[in-house]
Structure formats: C-alpha cells, structure tokens
C-alpha cells in the first residue's frame, strides 16, 4: 500500500484538487481491462500548512472545475498538516517552494526523504500557482492533472519493480 499526503497552505485549493484529481485518475486505471494487476493500494489525503482555512469546505473555484471533470468534492474540509502525518505517508508532496518550507518546519526535517513538490515528477519541475491569488483556477487545474499523471505512472512503475 502507499500512502499519499497533498499539502498547500490553507487546504482548500490546489491541495484538495491534487487529492480528488488523483482519487479520480486511480478509480479510472482500475476500471480499465488494461489496468496492472500489481498496481497499488493507493490512499490519498490532503492537508494545509496554516490554520486560517481549517474546517472549511473545498474553495467554490476548485469544486467547480472539479465539478466540470466530473469530480465531487462533498465532505472534503481542510485539515492542517501534523509532524505525525511524516510517519503516517510515504509521500508528502506540496504545491510550491514555501509549502516545502512550511512542511520542513511542521515535521522537523526529511530524513527519509519524502517530501517534494507535484511538478517534481514531472520532466519540468516547478510552482502550482496558488489560484487564490492569481483567480485562474483552470491553468492551476492543468499544472495538478500534469503532475499527477507523472505521480501515477511512477507509482505503476514502482508497483511493477516490486513485483
């Protein structure tokens, strides 16, 4: 099994998105005939680095481009990121630079090696623009789906190594 934490600083945009594009991409590699029979139990979450969104639901710009891709977010509410969640996932993957710094600081560190940002698996590494400054949810839409392409085929990749 592998175990996936999203993060963003307040957990109601692009974290969220990340974790229910993912969700998504999962459901539909199982429901096809050509689905590895070795690919993984994947759980996926979510979570912020500040308190300023906790408890709240999934921003309406993100439940809405979800929406349009025929993706529910109901019940989703922004939680905040724990040293705890460092043992509890294999990967803690934020959105830009100052999420990993944040991240650094809430776990004391990244002795194993867990942490990086969605874009880094990708062949162009860099920033998920945060849509609550810059309003444009649908390039921050195409960055997530980019970078969890990438995610998912690694981790089918890494699923049939093991085997």
């Known amino acids: 099994?592998?175990?996936?934490?999203?993060?963003?600083?307040?957990?109601?945009?692009?974290?969220?998105?990340?974790?229910?594009?993912?969700?998504?991409?999962?459901?539909?590699?199982?429901?096809?005939p050509k689905a590895p029979s070795a690919f993984p139990e994947i759980i996926v979450a979510s979570a912020a680095t500040s308190t300023e969104e906790i408890g709240n639901p999934v921003h309406q710009g993100t439940r809405n481009i979800l929406r349009r891709h025929g993706i529910d977010t109901s019940g989703k509410y922004a939680r905040q990121m724990t040293k705890r969640d460092y043992q509890e996932y294999d990967y803690l993957i934020g959105m830009d630079q100052w999420n990993i710094r944040n991240m650094l600081r809430i776990t004391g560190g990244d002795s194993e090696k867990k942490i990086c940002r969605l874009l880094d698996f990708t062949d162009s590494p860099g920033d998920i623009a945060d849509p609550w400054y810059t309003g444009d949810f649908e390039?921050?839409?195409?960055?997530?789906?980019?970078?969890?392409?990438?995610?998912?085929?690694k981790l089918a990749i890494r699923s049939r190594d093991k085997s």
């Open 1 to 32: 099994m592998i175990s996936i934490l999203f993060v963003c600083h307040g957990n109601i945009c692009r974290s969220p998105m990340a974790e229910f594009v993912l969700k998504d991409m999962i459901e539909k590699q199982r429901n096809t």
């Open 139 to 153: 390039a921050t839409y195409k960055d997530v789906f980019r970078g969890c392409q990438a995610l998912i085929e």
